[in-house]
């Protein structure tokens, strides 16, 4: 290992150390389940704002929609204005009045007026789905991170990082809980937001400030001329590309929404004026960062050769920031190009380390507090055993994910966030939506809304390109997940939103029809007061 690399691997290893210590600082604090869970509803609005960014802006956005556009151009931008418009939708419809009408977990909202044991079974069922959906995307990009750090591209160091990724996930989330959790996402932000405006500030630097002329130099080395500035490049050849373009925007823009790992965070806060103030937080640390992944995209695709931008192309656009970064710091070889790469690297994966202790922990506490404690044990268990069960929980995932995201190594980590999305809004939006404003909607609904859209939008991404039909790029690299001598391609879009969501508005529609809850309606208006007010927010659901 040369001097740069040696530079590189131990600013890395510094960000773990800090993240670890902050770990066990908050363990301390941990006393019973409202501190695992919801870390005491201690945490300032401008403290969860900050968490909530840290959360929210995973390594999808940071590597996978900058590599996007730098492959891209315009059409990969659509991806950072399709996450930004979903975060305001989910403020809009459910972050506030979920977080007054729930308690731990996005089950507590939907069980509070209904038969706890099928709704809190289907909705944790789908919470882990999503979940783990999520973990593939962040193990992937902490994968590439490293190869790239240690200059190899070895497949067995992969498949190494993201072991080790999965056992650090594990030890934040069954050691530090949400206090812990929160406070590696809100340091985790502030590097992102450091990290990225100073990369912005060197890329603008070397055009004279001058956007338009970054534009053009981008459009004229990426090969492709005018059409890198125009849509159609990728969601535009023909129309089935088209339809899988609207797809994938209806997934983005509602699939927030349904994330439980961004909406449980809302339940950090004392008060729901607090909760507010998060959002107000969040939205300008969100706006500002998706628009510099506007000049991290186009950045790359205008400064890096041609070999590099190769690399990038054959990591499906993953490598773009951290490239980038190695180049406006001196290039390869360089002792400013290594300190900027182990600068970015070292954000990168402490994005991926806070994002995937908040998938983990959501997951972990919806089968300890839904599955074991309300559906198998009605309710009576202790607040040691939920917890007890909560941290083999938390191991269970971490290993699930650890296996699921070593075949998913070839895939651009934002598109498989994309399918998560597309899940979430799928099985989760309906249900939600449903509760809060049909007075009718009752057990059945939320039954068949939730195992509706999980079912479909999971079976039509097996039976989509993503798994297999999409042959080999010129490289003879498989595109697809299966190997290229199975085709069960039937369905034709990679993003499965634009028939699954419908599909799980219908079902919940029409499983609340064909049945009559007459408790379910009675309990309505207490539900409504409860989720304008906040009042109740921190009592068990017990019924």
Known sequence: MDGDQLLTTALFLAVVALTIAITI??????????SYYAAGRN???????????????SAASFLGISG????????????SIGFLVAWLVALLLVAEVLRNSGRYTMADQLAYRMRQRPVRTAAATSTVVVSIFYLLAQMVGAGLLVTLLLDVESEAVKNVTIFFVGALMIFYVTVGGMRGTTWVQIV???????????????????FGFNLSELLGTASSNSGKGDAFLQPGLRYGVDTTSKIDFLSLGIALVLGTAGLPHILIRFYTTPTSRDARKSVLWAIGLIGAFYLMTLVLGFGAAAMLDSDAYARVAASGGNLASPLLAEEVGGGAGSTGGAVLLALIAAV????????????TLTSSSSVAHDLYNSVFRKGEATEQEELKVARFAAAGIGLVAILLAIPAQKLNIAFLVALAFAVAASAN??????????????????????YGGLISSVGLVIFSPVMSGKGVDPN????SLLPTSIDISYFPLENPGIVSIPLGFLLGWLGTITSREPDAEERYTELEVRA???????????H
């Open 476 to 479: 003879g690299k498989n595109l």
């Open 429 to 450: 939006l309906p249900a939600i939506i449903y509760n809060m404003f049909w007075k009718r909607f009752n057990t059945r609904g939320a039954v068949w809304s939730i």
């Open 188 to 206: 985790k932000a502030v590097l992102l937001m450091v990290g990225s405006a100073l990369i912005v500030v060197l890329v603008l630097a070397n």
């Open 43 to 57: 945490f300032s609005g401008f403290q969860n704002g900050l968490a909530i960014g840290g959360d929210y802006m």
């Open 68 to 79: 996007a556009i730098a492959l891209y151009g315009y059409d990969g931008f659509l991806y």
């Open 532 to 542: 304008l007010s906040g009042a109740g927010a921190e009592v068990a659901i017990t």
């Open 348 to 359: 990168a994966f402490a994005t991926i380390l806070a994002v995937v202790a908040g998938l």
């Open 25 to 34: 600082r908050a363990s301390r604090s941990n006393k019973g389940t409202a």
